[in-house]
């Protein structure tokens, strides 16, 4: 039996309701439908070019309204065309990779990665942190990305 998809407009209607899907579940379900090019199933969570926008100006972009928490599809540009490095840096500042890359496991098998950045204004090395944090999910050509606020 295929899931139905979710209308944007019932994630507002219903007092209570919060999307929050676990790690497993954006990548072994959002990010695999996404893949598999089922469009209408994943809906729920837009495909933003993130680095064309400052934080605080995603909340908008997003379907599922929240205080504190957003969910975007965005594919992993490259700084360089034949580099290694992401391009995470936006008109006001860049997105500052924390910690390492840790993998995210259904079971025992490895079924993408988590990577935590946080948002600085300015340049590197020299930006000013915020409290603007992202965690990216990554699979294979597709990333997704969910923002918090602290």
């Known amino acids: 039996m295929a899931a139905a998809p979710v209308e944007p407009a019932v994630t507002t209607m219903f007092p209570g309701f919060k999307f929050s899907p676990t790690d497993i579940e954006l990548i072994s379900y959002y990010l695999k439908r996404?893949?598999?090019?089922?469009?209408?199933?994943?809906?729920?969570?837009?495909?933003?070019?993130?680095?064309?926008?400052?934080p605080w100006d995603l909340p908008d972009?997003?379907?599922?309204?929240?205080?504190?928490?957003?969910?975007?599809?965005?594919?992993r540009g490259k700084k360089y065309p034949h580099g290694s490095q992401n391009r995470r840096a936006?008109?006001?500042?860049?997105?500052?990779?924390?910690?390492?890359?840790r993998?995210?496991?259904?079971?025992?098998?490895?079924?993408?990665?988590?990577?935590?950045?946080?948002?600085?204004?300015?340049?590197?090395?020299?930006?000013?942190r915020t409290e603007w944090i992202m965690h990216e999910y990554c699979m294979i050509g597709v990333s997704l990305m969910r923002e918090d606020k602290k």
């Open 34 to 54: 996404k893949m598999d090019g089922l469009e209408r199933s994943v809906e729920i969570i837009p495909e933003v070019e993130i680095y064309n926008f400052e």
């Open 90 to 101: 936006t008109r006001m500042g860049y997105w500052k990779a924390t910690g390492k890359e």
């Open 61 to 75: 972009k997003s379907i599922v309204k929240s205080d504190s928490e957003w969910f975007f599809f965005c594919a």
């Open 103 to 128: 993998n995210v496991k259904s079971g025992s098998e490895v079924i993408g990665t988590k990577r935590t950045l946080v948002f600085h204004i300015g340049r590197a090395p020299k930006g000013g």
